[in-house]
Nanobody, 128 residues
Framework: QVQLVESGGGLVQAGETLRLSCVASGRTFSSAVVGWFRQAPGKEREFVAAITWTGTTTVYALSVKCRFTISRDNAKSTVYLQMNSLKPEDTAVYYC?????????????????????WGQGTQVTVSS
């Protein structure tokens, strides 16, 4: 019922900046939260950041708390991930995902189980 398209990835050097975009289309009214996850080769997918479509709730992984900023533009149905001071360990495929707020509200935005629709991913590579 909702489609997500990520863009903005690329190859950068350590210390540089990228801005990822996630554009949502379709029946977005049933998706209350948008999260960013990433997966590096040989590793499990991990949570990066999340934001609700309404309200002011944002959540960040500790590893990106002071470097990444998640934001939204409701009119454009777009969520952004501003990534500053990129490190080689940030190298991964970045996915955006949406989900509904259920019984526990925004308590578990960091959990993959919160999300039911995923984008195709965009590659971020940070060289040292």
């Amino acid at each position: 019922q909702v489609q997500l398209v990520e863009s903005g990835g690329g190859l950068v050097q350590a210390g540089e900046t990228l801005r990822l975009s996630c554009v949502a289309s379709g029946r977005t009214f049933s998706s209350a939260v948008v999260g960013w996850f990433r997966q590096a080769p040989g590793k499990e997918r991990e949570f990066v950041a999340a934001i609700t479509w309404t309200g002011t709730t944002t959540v960040y992984a500790l590893s990106v708390k002071c470097r990444f900023t998640i934001s939204r533009d409701n009119a454009k149905s777009t969520v952004y991930l501003q990534m500053n001071s990129l490190k080689p360990e940030d190298t991964a495929v970045y996915y955006c995902a949406t989900g509904a707020l259920g019984l526990y509200g925004d308590t578990f935005l960091h959990e993959e189980s919160q999300y039911d629709t995923w984008g195709q991913g965009t590659q971020v590579t940070v060289s040292s």
